[in-house]
C-alpha cells in the first residue's frame, strides 16, 4: 500500500512520461555553439536517443568533397534517427580558414548542406575542445586529418570511428550506421 501511494505521488508530482527519464550519456553530456545562430546547445537535450556520426570537416582540403556524401547519408537515414553532426576546424593544414559566416555560405550553397554544423572547433590534442576530448579518450583516437568520423550509437556510446579517407558512403559506415538504427527506439 505504501508504494501505491508513492508511486502515485510521484507520478502526480513529476508526470509519469519523465519520470524514469534516461540519464545523459557521459559522451554527450557537452555544450556546443551551433554555426547557424551561434546559440548553445546541450548535445545530449538535442540528440540523446538518435545516431550520431560526428565528422571535424573543412572546407578547403582533398576531402572536402565528402559534405556531399554526408549531406546523402543525413537525408536517407534522418527520419530513421540518424544526425550528422559537422564541426568545421582549422587545426589541419589551415584548411578552414574562413569565419563561420564563409563556413556556412560555402557548405549551404556548394554541398546543400543540412545536417548540423557548430562553430569552429579545435580537435587535436593538447587544444581539443571537451567534446572531442572526450571522444578521444573512448576512442583511443585523435583525428589524424579532417572528415575523421565517430559513429555514436543511440544509447550514446561510441560503436566506431573511421579515417578521413574513408567515404561516409563507403560499405562499412553505412552498415555500422544500419545496424545501429535498428536499434533506435522513437
Not at 546547445?41 to 582540403?61: D, F, H, I, M, P
Not at 543540412?114 to 581539443?128: D, I, M, N, S
Request: a positive charge.
Amino acid at each position: 500500500m505504501k508504494y501505491f501511494i508513492f508511486a502515485v505521488f510521484t507520478t502526480l508530482l513529476f508526470g509519469s512520461s519523465q519520470l524514469f527519464a534516461k540519464e545523459c550519456s557521459e559522451l554527450l553530456n557537452f555544450n556546443v555553439r551551433t554555426l547557424h545562430n551561434r546559440e548553445q546547445l546541450n548535445l545530449c537535450e538535442a540528440y540523446q536517443g538518435k545516431v550520431l556520426l560526428v565528422v571535424n570537416t573543412a572546407s578547403k582540403c582533398a576531402y572536402t568533397h565528402q559534405y556531399d556524401s554526408l549531406e546523402k547519408l543525413y537525408r536517407q537515414y534522418q527520419q530513421q534517427g540518424l544526425v550528422v553532426l559537422g564541426f568545421p576546424s582549422n587545426d589541419f593544414g589551415q584548411q578552414e580558414p574562413g569565419s563561420e559566416k564563409q563556413i556556412r555560405d560555402f557548405c549551404s550553397v556548394t554541398y546543400g548542406v543540412e545536417f548540423p554544423l557548430f562553430g569552429k572547433t579545435h580537435v587535436t590534442h593538447p587544444r581539443a575542445d571537451p567534446f572531442y576530448r572526450k571522444l578521444a579518450e573512448v576512442s583511443g583516437v585523435y583525428p589524424q586529418w579532417n572528415f575523421h568520423k565517430y559513429l555514436i550509437g543511440s544509447d550514446g556510446k561510441l560503436v566506431t570511428n573511421y579515417q578521413s579517407a574513408v567515404d561516409p558512403l563507403d560499405k562499412r559506415v553505412v552498415n555500422a550506421i544500419e545496424t545501429e538504427l535498428k536499434r533506435v527506439r522513437f
